[in-house]
């Protein structure tokens, strides 16, 4: 297992040649986020700082779904180098932290919905740690000029969008205990209506000080005496999360997953995100069959992508876990000799009756157990004039969080990615509780190289446990099916859930249902909550897409 892991570590750690881009683009699910990251770049920052300047950004305009109050993952293309490098900023549970944190009186994990709100559900926040270290690496303009852009939003305003307006809709009946939240965002007893001018002066000022002293002003001082008390006030569960917890938070940088599909190389972010394992094992799985000449439009496409996606969703339950805290074979998951024999179970033209989890080679003895995640979190992109690429995926898990506020901005509920229940059949759980430990994750930024080694195609996407299928959709629909990169990410998904395969509701429906019922499927058809965000290299050239789905924008430098 050692020798196996030490080859994979070496294979992923090689540098990959770069393409030039004259002229960088951003992409990002709000257009005054994409603003900002614009100009950053028009200033000639780089692709990082670009992308800092938007997670500060979205802090204040889309404070639903991310901000500094939580966490994300970040993945590098450096173009002098040709290296791939990923920043790990995801929270951590506090280190008083036990595995029984979701157990009820009886011992049974709590629902879902009464672990959210209030202190128990938040970790660490990781963002501002990711920055610190992103900008020492890849930073060109000095660290308080990418906090411009956000300030000036949290002090002159912006105005309250069709999806802020429905995430405030939907929380609305638990802010009758989190009168801080309904100060800032509602107005006469009731959630902002969409026009509503939003400031956010706490925030103006909490940003300044960062600023001007740097990521230490998060994580000590002022700022950590206010979160540990917000969390032990807290109106509904209160918790306990220390200063020495924030001040010992550090950001790791982690090694990239990488993995072949046809003749391009997909990588992302290794565990605790299940990003790119999972990714990589449905494409791998999916490289027998002929997809580009099936074609979009046929329905055993989408059966054979539907039967990969469960096999891996099956991997995924129960193998992955924070690397730092539990043995997680992740070569074993990604090797293709394993995924060549998954890929045998699957049939063109009948579905399977289990999709059942493997033994990857070096899997410890494990059962599987689901964890919950809910449709938040964002995803932005940033390519510099030098072919520098950051594309990041950051969160506070659910629509505002844990629902607490510090200094203005949202405070996460990630610790409810963990799994509730500790053991399983008498076997521990991969994904449990335990203190300083960092949750599962489903976000998956990635980037693509051609066969020269060039980066061609960069994605991520919001949307919980279906962002993994977004982004594996939206790579299929490009790299097969010559998709651009809005069509790719706009192109609707298909999901799964304990009774069968889910359609995204749309057109496409009337043709797919009833061919996927044929095969053997169930099949249910609903909304879906995504959200997804990308750039492509086109001739000599970057171009930036955002989901049609959203209000984003992709911006030209």
């Known amino acids: 297992m050692k020798k196996l892991l030490l080859s994979f570590l070496l294979f992923i750690a090689l540098p990959i040649s770069s393409a030039f881009a004259e002229g960088g683009v951003v992409s990002s699910a709000d257009p005054r986020a994409s603003e900002a990251g614009q100009e950053i770049l028009r200033k000639g920052g780089s692709a990082t700082d670009a992308a800092m300047a938007m997670m500060l950004a979205l802090t204040m305009v889309e404070p639903q779904s991310s901000g500094i109050g939580g966490g994300g993952f970040l993945v590098h293309h450096d173009a002098k180098t040709g290296l791939i490098d990923t920043v790990d900023g995801r929270e951590t549970a506090p280190s008083g932290a036990q595995s029984d944190r979701f157990l009820g009186p009886d011992g049974k994990p709590m629902p879902f919905m009464q672990a959210v709100p209030g202190g128990l559900s938040v970790g660490v926040p990781g963002n501002m740690r990711l920055m610190a270290m992103a900008h020492d690496k890849w930073g060109r303009l000095p660290w308080a000029d990418l906090f411009g852009p956000a300030i000036r939003l949290a002090e002159k305003g912006y105005t309250v969008n069709e999806v802020l307006n429905d995430r405030l809709e939907r929380v609305a009946s638990i802010w009758k205990d989190f009168p801080e939240a309904r100060a800032l965002y509602w107005r006469d007893g009731q959630p902002a209506p969409i026009g509503t001018v939003i400031r956010n002066p706490a925030?103006?000022?909490?940003?300044?000080?960062?600023?001007?002293?740097?990521?230490?002003?998060?994580?000590?001082?002022?700022?950590?005496?206010?979160?540990t008390a917000t969390l032990a006030g807290a109106p509904r569960n209160a918790a306990v999360l220390t200063a020495q917890?924030?001040?010992?938070?550090?950001?790791?940088?982690?090694?990239?997953?990488?993995?072949?599909?046809?003749?391009?190389?997909?990588?992302?972010?290794?565990?605790?995100?299940?990003?790119?394992?999972?990714?990589?094992?449905?494409?791998?799985?999916?490289?027998?069959?002929?997809?580009?000449?099936?074609?979009?439009?046929?329905?055993?496409?989408?059966?054979?992508?539907?039967?990969?996606?469960?096999?891996?969703?099956?991997?995924?339950?129960?193998?992955?876990a924070d690397r730092d805290f539990v043995d997680v074979p992740v070569a074993g998951m990604i090797d293709p000799a394993y995924l060549a024999k998954r890929s045998k179970l699957i049939s063109s033209t009948k579905?399977?009756?289990?999709?059942?989890?493997?033994?990857?080679?070096?899997?410890?003895?494990?059962?599987?157990?689901?964890?919950?995640?809910?449709?938040?979190?964002?995803?932005?992109?940033?390519?510099?004039?030098?072919?520098?690429?950051?594309?990041?995926?950051?969160?506070?898990?659910?629509?505002?969080?844990?629902?607490?506020?510090?200094?203005?901005?949202?405070?996460?509920?990630?610790?409810?990615?963990?799994?509730?229940?500790?053991?399983?059949?008498?076997?521990?759980?991969?994904?449990?509780?335990?203190?300083?430990?960092?949750?599962?994750?489903?976000?998956?930024?990635?980037?693509?190289?051609?066969?020269?080694?060039?980066?061609?195609?960069?994605?991520?996407?919001?949307?919980?446990?279906?962002?993994?299928?977004?982004?594996?959709?939206?790579?299929?629909?490009?790299?097969?099916?010559?998709?651009?990169?809005?069509?790719?990410?706009?192109?609707?998904?298909?999901?799964?859930?304990?009774?069968?395969?889910?359609?995204?509701?749309?057109?496409?429906?009337?043709?797919?249902?009833?061919?996927?019922?044929?095969?053997?499927?169930?099949?249910?058809?609903?909304?879906?909550?995504?959200?997804?965000?990308?750039?492509?290299?086109?001739?000599?050239?970057?171009?930036?897409?955002?989901?049609?789905?959203?209000?984003?924008?992709?911006?030209?430098?």
């Not at 799985?285 to 891996?312: R, V």
């Not at 995803?379 to 200094?407: K, R, W, Y």
């Not at 980037?447 to 594996?472: E, H, L, R």
């Not at 750039?535 to 955002?546: C, I, K, S, T, Y």
Request: with cysteine; proline share 7%; net charge negative.
């Open 203 to 227: 925030l103006a000022a909490f940003l300044k000080t960062l600023a001007n002293e740097g990521p230490e002003a998060f994580y000590t001082g002022a700022n950590a005496d206010k979160v």
């Open 351 to 557: 579905a399977l009756k289990h999709h059942d989890a493997g033994v990857p080679p070096g899997a410890p003895r494990r059962t599987a157990a689901i964890s919950s995640e809910v449709h938040g979190t964002t995803h932005f992109i940033a390519v510099d004039g030098d072919g520098n690429i950051a594309s990041m995926t950051s969160t506070v898990e659910g629509p505002f969080g844990s629902q607490l506020i510090a200094n203005g901005y949202v405070l996460n509920n990630e610790l409810t990615d963990f799994t509730f229940a500790p053991e399983k059949d008498g076997a521990p759980v991969a994904n449990r509780v335990e203190g300083g430990k960092r949750p599962l994750s489903s976000m998956s930024p990635t980037i693509v190289y051609d066969a020269s080694g060039k980066p061609i195609f960069t994605i991520g996407a919001a949307g919980g446990k279906t962002i993994i299928m977004q982004v594996a959709k939206a790579l299929i629909a490009h790299l097969d099916w010559d998709q651009p990169a809005r069509d790719a990410i706009g192109m609707p998904l298909i999901y799964f859930n304990k009774d069968g395969l889910v359609l995204e509701e749309g057109p496409w429906v009337n043709m797919m249902k009833p061919a996927l019922e044929h095969m053997g499927h169930v099949v249910t058809v609903r909304k879906l909550g995504l959200k997804a965000n990308a750039a492509e290299w086109v001739g000599d050239h970057w171009e930036g897409a955002a989901d049609p789905r959203s209000p984003g924008v992709a911006l030209a430098e």
């Open 245 to 320: 917890d924030l001040a010992a938070y550090q950001a790791k940088e982690r090694p990239a997953i990488c993995g072949r599909y046809r003749v391009y190389t997909v990588c992302g972010m290794g565990p605790p995100s299940s990003g790119a394992v999972t990714v990589i094992q449905i494409l791998t799985m999916l490289e027998p069959f002929d997809l580009a000449k099936l074609g979009k439009d046929n329905p055993e496409s989408w059966h054979l992508i539907a039967e990969a996606m469960q096999l891996a969703y099956a991997d995924r339950e129960k193998y992955l």
